[in-house]
């Protein structure tokens, strides 16, 4: 049994604290930059290479990858899929709440006398409302957590927030979000889940043998 959010922090360290310094630089970019010479930034450096590959890499911030991982999980440990899914069910949950009460609309539609200046993947469909904050991000900084929470290398924390990052970045690439949608998605999906898991994680049934165990194996 943890002791609460302390806890939870020092066992993520190894995301949480490069986390800080990449949230510090980008705080730092948001005050220098403004939105539309981050954004131009970004689109302006692409390439057929990564046109093909940030489709992709955007899908590991899907919700059904988290589904399916936490379907996985149950096959062998109920805690770490009960874990896995409620912290995206509630990461998730309030990143569509910001969402629709911000209302904020996508790169397309901000930059709609300007589309011609800006690089689109082709075949990609490239949605135009409810930008603030972006839900990929929630979901891959919430799961990222969780991992590095559950798993007994945490060094393994720095690997899972350069994916993390990654997903992030695919959302700007492929013009579905603005920095800050980005930025706020990460610090959503990072707060929400630790203090959830500093919550969840001290009860006694979840600590039980029996959610130790999944179905293909026995608890101990």
Partial sequence: MNAGAKDVL??????????????????????????SEIYF??????????????????????????????????LFNYRASFLM?????????????????FDMPRP?????????KIHFVKGLYILTYHSFPSGHTVTAF?????????????????????????????????????FEDVTVGSVVGVLITVIWLSYIDRKNFINSPRWNGGLLTRSK
Avoid at 10 to 32: E, G, H, M, T, W
């Fill in 142 to 178: 919430s799961a990222g957590v969780v991992i590095t929470y559950l798993v007994k290398n945490k060094a393994w924390g720095a690997v899972l927030l350069f994916i993390c990052l990654m997903v992030g970045y695919s959302r700007m690439y492929l013009s579905q979000h603005f």
């Fill in 108 to 116: 397309k539609l901000y930059f709609g006398d300007q589309l011609d």
């Fill in 85 to 101: 899914i409620t912290s995206y069910a509630l990461t998730s949950l309030t990143a569509q709440i910001l969402k629709y009460s």
């Fill in 41 to 74: 930034a970004v689109n302006g450096f692409h390439s057929d290479l990564a046109d093909g590959v940030e489709p992709y890499i955007t899908h590991i911030g899907d919700g059904l990858t988290v589904v399916a991982l936490s379907v996985i999980l149950v």
């Fill in 10 to 35: 020092f066992k993520i360290r190894y995301l949480f604290l490069p986390y800080i310094a990449v949230l510090c630089a980008c705080l730092v970019i948001k005050i220098l930059f403004t939105r």
